[in-house]
Structure formats: C-alpha cells, structure tokens
C-alpha cells in the first residue's frame, strides 16, 4: 500500500474518569491468591500496568465515540460538510445492529451521502478502518472521513475477578488463561483522515503492510457465555506466552515488509507507537524490530490495554504531550489476535 493524496489531519482522544488500580484488583482476588500461594503485585510487575481507567456503569461506546469524533473535527478544522465516511471500529459497540457508526454519524450531523459502518478485526479495527478511508480517499471517492472507536473494559475485568472468585476449583491455569482479561482497560480515539490538497498540515499518511496468522487463531478468544457463566458480560481466555511469541513473529515479518513497500530502513523512522499490551510485549517487539525503544510512546503504564483504540488513543496523547515533531517519520505498529498485523508509515510536517 502507498498512498500519495492521503494526510492525517487530527488524531482526538477521550478518556474514562474512574481509575482502578492492579493493586486493588489483587485485593479483590485475595480469596484466590491466598488459596493458590500467588504473590500480591505480579499483575503489575510482570505487566507493568499500574492502573486502568472505566467509564460509568451502563455508559455505551457510541456515546462516547460521538464525543471524541466531534473532538476531532473541531481539531482538524474541516467542514463537515465535507467529510463523506465514518467508520466505528473498537471491539465494543452498542449493539449487533444498526452498526453503533449511525447513531455516531446522527449525533455528528453529518451529510446523509456519507459511507456509514461498523469494522471489526479485534485491536486493529481503527487502524483497519484508517487504511479503508485511505484508500478511498485516493481513489477520490471521498475527500475527508473519520475512523473512531470506544472500548468499554470494566464489565470483562468484573466479570472475570467474579469467575475467579465464584470457581470453588480454580487453578494457576484458570487464573493464567484469564490474566490478560485483568489488563483490560477502557479509553475512545478518532482520527480524521483527508485529501491532500484539503490539508492545512501535510501530515501525510505514506502506506504500509498488512500480514496474517491465522493458525493461531484461537490464542485469544472473546465473547459471551451464558449457559457457562450465567450472566451476560463478557469473558476471554488467552494464551498469553503463546500469543506473545507468535504475535512478535508476526510483527517481524510485517515490518520486513513494511519498510520494503515505503522503502525505508530503521534509520528512516524517528517515532513509533503500538498496540499497548504489557512491557513484556514492548521490550521483545522493538528487540525483534531492530528498532530503538526510546523511540516509542507508551500508555499501557496508566490506561491498560485499550484494545483498538489503543495504538491511535497513544499517538494522540503522543502528539499532544510533544514525543512528535514536524520532520519525524512514525511507524505505526499494529497487531492483533486473529492473528493479523497492520504496520503504517507517516510523515509528520506540522503538529
């Protein structure tokens, strides 16, 4: 993929007020951790992740989404009347239909001739719905759009510390299979995509590559049970050890190809951003990269792994907070259980 017409005008975030922190969810567990001889703090230290961040309970995505999309606009500076897509692409959504994008699309007023849908591909969604946008925006279809999405965390944390507590026979492997649903936190990102000669930035998006994996497809699996559970929130079971190795490797080939399609090297980039998954998962990824970690921006310290909008909820934060600088070249480094991986490249010219 390279794109010649395509700029990032705006990246937008929001974020949730509630703050939980792992210790508190350690002590939640207390039941169990006494019961299985487990340390108190091994979820942040072999995570990092020293907190996450929750909306209020019975707060749905798209609200929020309509939130952080009208944030955007008003960052970029378009016309509204101008932006002819809309794409929602978090894991979590309002419903099975209508797609959570038209009650996002009705709060914005935005026209009636926009492309208006939902993208679903586990933590690559928005990323998915920035290279759909793109593409359309070089064919010409359209001039200018918006990919946002809200991940909504607290009711799979809950419901999995409630499993957890509930098993009278819980095991070191049912607590291992449900460690990384613990990392879940919430959090909503946009970005606006346009058309070069509508730019007022020429923060332009290059392109990039896309791999898959799909043998290892059932690494990580989410949804709701039920009949197993008894209630209807969300629960998921991941092979954390295999997910990590077989991700990197993933990772490693994709970014082989990415810097063949933009014709880079490591030298070209100056920063980059990821998937916010745990420290494990940032130290072996630039290891196997060849790339510096001191070029990385990080958020999984404070707000968790906020599935897809995680990677563009980070470079928004990023950007605000100065890690980006007119002149830089960023990567964009996604990955997410399927096993797919999304790498984009970026030449950023104004902040």
């Known amino acids: 993929m390279r794109y010649e017409r395509v700029c990032i005008e705006a990246f937008s975030y929001t974020l949730p007020p509630h703050v939980l922190t792992s210790a508190e969810i350690e002590e939640r567990l207390a039941p169990v951790y006494d019961r299985l001889a487990l340390p108190a703090g091994r979820l942040e230290m ?24 009208e ?67 070089e064919m010409g279809q359209v001039k200018s759009g918006i990919v946002v999405g809200t991940e909504i965390g607290r009711e799979l944390v809950e419901a999995t510390i409630d499993s957890l507590l509930k098993s009278p026979d819980v095991t070191r492997q049912d607590v291992k299979l449900a460690f990384a649903s613990l990392t879940i936190g919430s959090g909503s990102a946009a970005v606006l995509l346009c058309e070069r000669r509508l730019s007022r930035r020429g923060n332009r998006l290059l392109g990039g590559a896309f791999q898959t994996d799909t043998a290892n497809h059932d690494l990580c699996a989410g949804g709701v049970a039920s009949q197993t559970h ?32 933009l014709e880079w090297t490591n030298a070209s980039v100056t920063k980059a951003f990821t998937h916010q998954v745990g420290r494990a998962h940032r130290k072996l990824l630039y290891e196997r990269l060849g790339l510096d970690p001191k070029l990385d921006f990080a958020t999984v310290e404070f707000l968790g792994n906020t599935g897809a909008a995680a990677l563009p909820l980070t470079a928004a934060l990023g950007i605000e907070r100065g890690h980006v600088q007119p002149g830089d070249r960023l990567a964009l480094l996604g990955i997410g259980s399927g096993l797919n991986s999304l790498m984009l490249g970026a030449e950023w010219n104004a902040t």
């Open 71 to 137: 944030a955007v606009i008003a960052a970029a500076g378009i016309d509204r009347a101008q932006i002819g897509f809309l794409a929602h692409g978090s894991v979590c959504r309002d419903q099975l239909e209508p797609a959570t994008a038209s009650g996002v699309h009705h709060a914005l007023r935005l026209p009636n001739r926009a492309f208006v849908f939902d993208i679903s591909n586990a933590c690559l969604g928005l990323l998915n719905g920035m290279v759909t946008l793109a593409n359309m925006i």
């Open 230 to 261: 008894g209630d209807d929130r969300p629960r998921m079971q991941t092979d954390s050890e295999a997910l990590l190795h077989a991700g990197i490797n993933l990772a490693e080939s994709t970014w082989d190809e990415t810097r063949r399609v």
């Open 46 to 69: 072999m995570t990092g992740i020293r907190e996450r961040r929750f909306w209020d309970h019975g707060t749905k995505p798209g609200t929020i989404s309509a939130r952080t999309a």
